[in-house]
């Protein structure tokens, strides 16, 4: 166990569907993180928040939108995906170095959810 | 575009030899460099994490960084079957709450 916690950890849902993936993190962290992992690609980075604002948006499709209400809880709220949108969604988190502690930036990841879009 | 390289093997070595994996990337202003495992099916886990050239040890894991040829490693001695996973290589470029880039991963075999 790392600390941060993903619900759900599989989820099946057609392309007309909406719905939301939840991350929690219980390790006192202020940055949170989305990654999606597809079969045959390296791990990509999709949302950066930190202190609850978003700091990065990596090109990702409006299709996907994230919400962080707080430093310690992260969702992805997904519509319409398309079936190459299947993956293993990863959430992660970390110190923020601006915070003042050196080398406290390592992320930490959540079990993921597996995504299959029919 | 910053870009992160592993050979995705599978690489294979003997239980009780040295395995090591290798790492390059392209932004030559990254300051972390962290290995993670990842076993099938499961999440990435960390291996190590290095920041200053030259090599860092913890128990049978050596991670060895140079900056001027881009260029990071991993050495696992003594391999065991239950080191055989994928390991991933990630790089990052700032401080901060910055986003890793990852390597494809190398998938490391332990034949007993």
């Known amino acids: 166990e790392t600390g941060v916690t993903q619900t759900p950890r599989h989820l099946v849902m057609g392309m007309t569907n909406k719905k939301s993936l939840k991350c929690e993190q219980h390790l006192g962290h202020n940055a949170m993180y989305w990654y999606k992992q597809s079969a045959k690609k390296p791990l990509e980075l999709m949302f950066v928040y930190s202190l609850e604002e978003r700091v990065e948006n990596n090109s990702v499709p409006s299709r996907f939108s994230p919400e962080c209400p707080n430093s310690s809880h992260l969702f992805l709220h997904l519509h319409t995906l398309q079936p190459e949108d299947s993956a293993l969604y990863l959430c992660?988190?970390?110190?923020?170095?601006?915070?003042?502690?050196?080398?406290?930036?390592?992320?930490?990841f959540g079990p993921g959810t597996r995504l299959l879009v029919l | 575009q910053k870009e992160v390289e592993q050979n995705s093997g599978p690489l294979s070595v003997p239980e009780g030899a040295i395995a090591s994996l290798n790492c390059t990337y392209s932004?030559?202003?990254?300051?972390?460099f962290f290995w993670y495992r990842q076993y099938s099916g499961k999440s990435p886990e960390l291996i190590m994490s290095i920041y200053s050239n030259g090599d860092k040890e913890d128990g049978r894991f050596t991670a060895q960084l140079n900056k001027a040829s881009q260029y990071v490693s991993l050495l696992i001695r003594d391999s065991q079957p239950s080191d055989s996973a994928t390991y991933l290589c990630?790089?990052?470029?700032?401080?901060?709450?910055?986003?890793?880039?990852f390597g494809k991963g190398t998938h490391l075999i332990i034949q007993p």
């Open positions: 990630a790089v990052r470029s700032g401080g901060g709450a910055d986003g890793l880039t």
């Open positions: 932004d030559r202003v990254s300051q972390s």
């Open positions: 992660a988190s970390s110190q923020d170095q601006a915070s003042g502690i050196a080398r406290q930036e390592t992320q930490y």
